[in-house]
């Protein structure tokens, strides 16, 4: 619990320097066993420190069946945004991602639209799986986050 004790030591020092008092300090954890995290998740936190009973080292993202610590999630909530979404698949050395790449910056450079890109790889260099998500939208926003409802999905294959 190195990285727990760590997070409460730096985060009381400023406001013991400046003497102020605060009510609680929490921490936990995200993105466990490699998932991403998603907005309802962070929703999740927001609820969960709302909430009249909260407690430290909570986890979100997973079910945690051994501490029993998990953040209650709404797997229904969803982001309103107007934006295309667009998810490939692909294998490493494939192209995909250089094609993906280029396909993105032209929507960007050539359109009045905004092209935000996040690429995931696999370790390996060849054969590992890639993932490309591109999302486009008509006005400027700041909300980047991966999305699991895309209007595209495409996996190439050789």
Same mark, same amino acid.
């Given at each position: 619990?190195?990285?727990? *004790?760590?997070?409460?030591?730096?985060? &009381?020092?400023?406001?013991? %320097?400046?003497?102020?008092?605060?009510?609680?300090?929490?921490?936990?954890?995200?993105?466990?066993?490699?998932?991403?995290?998603?907005?309802?998740?962070?929703?999740?936190?927001?609820?969960?420190?709302?909430?009249?009973?909260?407690?430290?080292?909570?986890? #979100?993202?997973?079910?945690?069946?051994?501490?029993? &610590?998990?953040?209650?999630?709404?797997?229904?909530?969803?982001?309103?945004?107007?934006?295309?979404?667009?998810?490939?698949?692909?294998?490493?050395?494939?192209?995909? #991602?250089?094609?993906?790449?280029?396909?993105?910056?032209?929507?960007?450079?050539?359109?009045? %639209?905004?092209?935000?890109?996040?690429?995931?790889?696999?370790?390996?260099?060849?054969?590992?799986?890639?993932?490309?998500?591109?999302?486009?939208?008509?006005?400027? *926003?700041?909300? *980047?986050? &991966?999305?699991?409802?895309?209007?595209?999905?495409?996996? &190439?294959?050789?």
């Amino acid at each position: 619990m190195l990285t727990a *004790n760590l997070y409460t030591s730096m985060s &009381l020092l400023p406001f013991a %320097q400046e003497g102020r008092k605060f009510d609680v300090v929490l921490g936990g954890r995200y993105g466990l066993s490699s998932k991403d995290t998603q907005p309802k998740h962070v929703k999740a936190v927001y609820d969960f420190l709302d909430a009249d009973k909260h407690w430290d080292s909570f986890t #979100v993202g997973i079910n945690d069946d051994v501490t029993h &610590l998990s953040v209650p999630v709404d797997d229904s909530f969803k982001v309103k945004a107007d934006y295309t979404s667009c998810l490939f698949y692909g294998l490493g050395s494939d192209g995909t #991602v250089s094609a993906n790449k280029s396909s993105i910056k032209i929507i960007g450079e050539a359109t009045h %639209q905004y092209a935000p890109a996040y690429f995931a790889y696999d370790s390996r260099k060849a054969g590992g799986v890639t993932r490309s998500h591109l999302k486009i939208w008509s006005q400027p *926003n700041p909300l *980047n986050i &991966l999305h699991r409802r895309c209007r595209l999905h495409q996996l &190439l294959t050789r």
